[in-house]
């Protein structure tokens, strides 16, 4: 089975320009998972999709980050404009199923440096 | 609101020492939990979790709702276990998963 797809593997950027990120999940998972890994933090969840609509989104800085899932499968994360305290492991992740104890699969995660 | 407290940053052990990797929460309701483990340079993946009582590579783990304590131990450390572990609380209808911060084990030969 192949696992979660993320891509570029890494990024270095200057603050105030823009970055995205992809991700494709493990075939016929219907939940998909974005955080962010501050260096010596754990992973922090920014947004969780449920096929192709949000179910939680509480901790996404809106003014700047932005996720879409289109047609339930393959999701995007876009900074815009990026500040120097994005520099993180963007992860992404996804579940068969949602509900309780439901396995969550990883991707190698994104490394973003903002300069 | 939910909370998942690992108050050791580090860990180092000798080979064959008995491992307690300490994990507290902080949830109202029922809570679900995990731990995950990420080996160097690999990728972040679940170890276990509670409801399966399960012992996975020697590891296990048990839900102490009184303590609200979920330490991961395992009675003889491998060198193969030094690892990133990171204790997880699913909760909700739709498992939002929140981490801790993540103990880094590092087992001495």
């Known amino acids: 089975e192949a696992g979660v797809a993320q891509s570029p593997r890494y990024k270095i950027i200057e603050k105030r320009q823009s970055v995205a990120f992809w991700c494709n999940p493990i075939?016929?998972?219907?939940?998909l998972y974005w955080y962010q890994q501050i260096l010596g933090q754990g992973p922090k969840l920014l947004i969780q999709?449920?096929?192709?609509?949000?179910?939680?989104d509480s901790q996404l800085p809106k003014d700047r980050f932005s996720a879409e899932r289109l047609k339930g499968v393959d999701s995007t994360l876009k900074i815009q404009p990026a500040k120097l305290e994005d520099s993180a492991v963007y992860l992404c992740?996804?579940?068969?199923?949602?509900?309780?104890?439901?396995?969550?699969?990883f991707g190698q995660g994104t490394r973003l440096t903002v300069v | 609101a939910q909370r998942v407290t690992q108050p050791e940053k580090l860990l180092s052990v000798f080979k064959g020492a008995p491992v307690e990797l300490k994990c507290n929460y902080s949830?109202?309701?029922?809570?679900?939990l995990f731990w995950y483990v990420q080996y160097s340079r690999q990728r972040l993946q679940l170890l276990l979790r509670?409801?399966s009582r399960e012992s996975i590579k020697g590891f296990t783990a048990d839900l102490n709702k009184g303590e609200t304590s979920f330490h991961l131990k395992k009675p003889f450390a491998q060198e193969e276990d030094s690892a990133m572990y990171y204790c997880?609380?699913?909760?909700?209808?739709?498992?939002?998963?929140?981490f801790g911060t993540g103990t880094k084990l590092q087992v001495i030969p």
């Open positions: 997880a609380l699913g909760a909700g209808g739709y498992q939002k998963v929140t």
């Open positions: 999709f449920q096929n192709n609509g949000v179910v939680d």
């Open positions: 992740a996804s579940s068969l199923i949602q509900g309780r104890n439901t396995e969550a699969f």
């Open positions: 509670h409801i």
């Open positions: 949830y109202s309701g029922s809570p679900e």
């Open positions: 075939s016929g998972h219907a939940t």
